[in-house]
């Protein structure tokens, strides 16, 4: 039942990415096939996550030393592409969030880190096509493809009603306020994820994301991942 719910929560997820086929101009086209022939294989870093972002490089970035650095290397799911290495440093930065029993503020510590996960191959196609932000139409669509599939479900007796909600419910909070910015001057193309504060980048046929706390300041966590993107641009 459990990975039935995830398999359902991932198909929520990207339903809203099946509107509809769009036309591509030419040039979009050129650079795909460039992509195929020149692109990176994601496989060569399965495992080796540490070699693409190295301790060194997360050190540069945040400016902290390396010796004070605590490296976690995720692996807990099977696919290398939810895989991810961080390096986490202990500042004495605290961070705000909701208490869910009464709903005040409250101050918890948190670690800076640096962290890179999500390499996999894709086309700039795809990229762009499930890293933008979703149109009304493409929402109703997603809610729609979300209650047919449950219901598809629930029937097989792949998960019961309790669980099918749970999955609707949580895909549709993930994907409400969802909206992403370019960042110019990233790989061949890459974006700024406004609601999980987190840089998606696309270089040479490869995904991967970095996401940095550093500071309570959005715009210092986005200029650190942009630094930490270019230096890892620069070793593919």
């Not at 932000?133 to 479900?153: D, G, I």
């Not at 193309?189 to 994301?209: D, I, M, S, T």
Request: hydrophobic share 35%; aromatic share 8%.
């Amino acid at each position: 039942m459990k990975t039935a719910l995830l398999s359902l929560l991932s198909i929520f997820l990207f339903a809203f990415t099946c509107s509809g086929d769009k036309k591509e101009n030419l040039e979009s086209q050129a650079n795909e096939a460039i992509d195929e022939v020149v692109g990176k294989s994601a496989d060569e870093f399965n495992g080796k996550l540490d070699q693409l972002l190295t301790l060194e490089m997360a050190s540069e970035v945040s400016g902290y030393t390396s010796t004070e650095a605590e490296k976690e290397y995720n692996q807990v799911l099977k696919s290398p592409a939810t895989h991810s290495v961080s390096y986490r440093w202990k500042k004495g930065r605290n961070k705000q969030i909701k208490n869910p029993m009464n709903g005040e503020m409250m101050d918890i510590p948190t670690d800076d880190f640096i962290q890179l996960s999500w390499v996999k191959n894709t086309t700039l196609k795809e990229f762009k096509f499930n890293y933008h932000t979703p149109t009304a139409e493409e929402l109703a669509n997603a809610n729609k493809a979300k209650s047919e599939k449950a219901n598809e479900m629930q029937q097989q007796g792949k998960v019961d009603a309790s669980q099918a909600n749970m999955a609707k419910g949580m895909a549709s909070e993930m994907a409400k306020g969802l909206s992403f910015d370019e960042i110019k001057g990233v790989g061949e193309y890459a974006v700024w994820n406004n609601k999980y504060k987190e840089l998606k980048v696309f270089y040479k046929g490869l995904e991967f994301q970095i996401t940095t706390e550093m500071s309570d300041e959005e715009k210092i966590n986005k200029q650190k991942s942009i630094e930490t993107a270019q230096l890892i641009i620069n070793k593919l």
